[in-house]
């Protein structure tokens, strides 16, 4: 079964910077499309970043700049590295996937919809 587990997440001071980190267990021999999301409390799930086939990562507009994706193909590891936080920032941060089908270009959306597995989340808490 597919399994995603996010650490990284805390409480930080407005300025501070954390990196998450979504470490996949996915079916043996199948692709995966992946992305970040978040949910503020009182809040629809957003999405945050998701990478594309074409090299590039999808980010939301309220990101700014300051949010930056990565990834470990080798561990199946997804990361969020987030600077100069703001308390706007504060949600839950969960990891999301979805099975590739037939190797289609992955194109990075941001959209809960298209995602069938989702982590438990890590909480980040900026204060001011």
């Known amino acids: 079964q597919v399994q995603l587990v996010e650490s990284g997440g805390g409480s930080v001071q407005a300025g501070g910077s954390l990196r998450l980190s979504c470490a996949a267990s996915?079916?043996?021999?199948?692709?995966?499309?992946m992305a970040w999301f978040r949910q503020a409390p009182g809040k629809e799930r957003e999405g945050v970043a998701a990478p594309t086939s074409d090299g590039i990562t999808h980010y939301t507009d309220s990101v700014n700049g300051r949010f930056t994706i990565s990834k470990d193909n080798a561990n199946n590891t997804l990361y969020l590295q987030m600077n100069s936080l703001l308390p706007g920032h504060t949600a839950r941060y969960y990891c999301?996937?979805?099975?590739?089908?037939?190797?289609?270009?992955?194109?990075?959306?941001?959209?809960?919809?298209?995602?069938?597995?989702w982590g438990q989340g890590t909480q980040v808490a900026v204060t001011y």
């Open positions: 999301a996937a979805g099975l590739r089908r037939g190797m289609r270009n992955i194109r990075g959306i941001l959209s809960v919809n298209e995602y069938t597995y």
């Open positions: 996915l079916y043996t021999g199948r692709s995966y499309f």
